[in-house]
């Protein structure tokens, strides 16, 4: 007797029924996995972005960007171990108006530093708009589809959450990691818009600007504070019909540096004309990089600069602590629209009130 199906009786002829499977679980066992993976420790991760892990690298990155106290600490951690396994790559900060050609640049630009100079790049971003607009332009991998797909590169967006300056300090803290997992080159790309170059140039050794030849008045376009931090300038573009205007642009931009003093570097910033589009120039520009590196390296601005950038990010970290401080104290969050509507009203001036809610905190 068949005690499992009963039917299968020889007195029931004609009828058969099949053995069953087993039921998979309704969980997908491997999903279980690969959330273990996330409780990594601060020295697993670092160890494993010490051998170039990709897929930890971007958690580790994730962790950085996280807002909870819990991840901060971890990857705070992380950060102080990879450290002194960071400081070995070229930063490299990039910057244009929307449509200038960043992403067409950045891919024809990686592709040659992978390919011909055999090196690993990852190109970050700081986006002021990301906040705003809850989606960011720069850093999308869609944009620079050839380095996207290649092992030897690693994309990653803007971070999103917070202020300028905390979104700058993560991708400060983002390029930390990276050099730790290898890569020597890094890009740090910004729009060409507003303050973002300040905190680009803040963490980066070269600061290229690009520019677009355009209808001969775009010497008055340029923010001068741009133009002054560029250690190169070049014009894209410098295709077809438009290698003339590019180059008569180029000329413009030479001659407005010769008003600027001389930067601190020693350094005369080099105007070129190129297209990242057809890859034409591409070597020459990343001669005339490799030869600053070299240049400033021997008259000791190179360290010179990288030390001013390491106090610098002290004191911002330490401002960004005390204002967030400052305005997450529960005492301050319920006494702040109040002080605010009695401002707005002219009941107090805007010193008194700022001065209370200091008297208010300090003596928290
Ligand atoms: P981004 O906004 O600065 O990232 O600029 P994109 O890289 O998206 O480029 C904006 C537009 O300019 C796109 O339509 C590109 O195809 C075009 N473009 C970029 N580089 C070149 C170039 O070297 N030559 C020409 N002719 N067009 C280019």
Redesign the pocket.
Known sequence: MNIEHPENNPQYIGLNVNKGIVQPPVINPYLAERKKRRDYTPAEYTEEIRKGNITILSQAVTLLESQKTEHQTIAQEVIEKCLPFSGNSVRIGIT?????????????FGMHLIHERNRKLAVLAIDPSSERSKGS??GDKT?MEELSRDVRAFIRPSPSAGSLGGVARKTRETIILCEAAGFDTVFV?T?GVGQSETAVHSMVDFFLL?QLAGTGDELQGIKRGIMEMADGIIV?????N?VEKAQLAAAQYRNALHLFPLPLSGWTPNVMT???????GISEIWDMVDEYIAFTRKNGYFEQRRNYQAKYWMYESINEQLKNHFYQSPVIEKELFAKETQVLHSEISSFAAAKQMLDIYFKE
């Not at 894209?236 to 077809?240: L, T």
């Open positions: 244009g108006v929307p449509g200038a050609g960043k992403s067409t640049s950045i891919d024809a332009i720069l944009r790309e729009v690009i894209n573009k410098a295709d077809g438009n190129y297209s990242g589009y057809y890859q034409l």
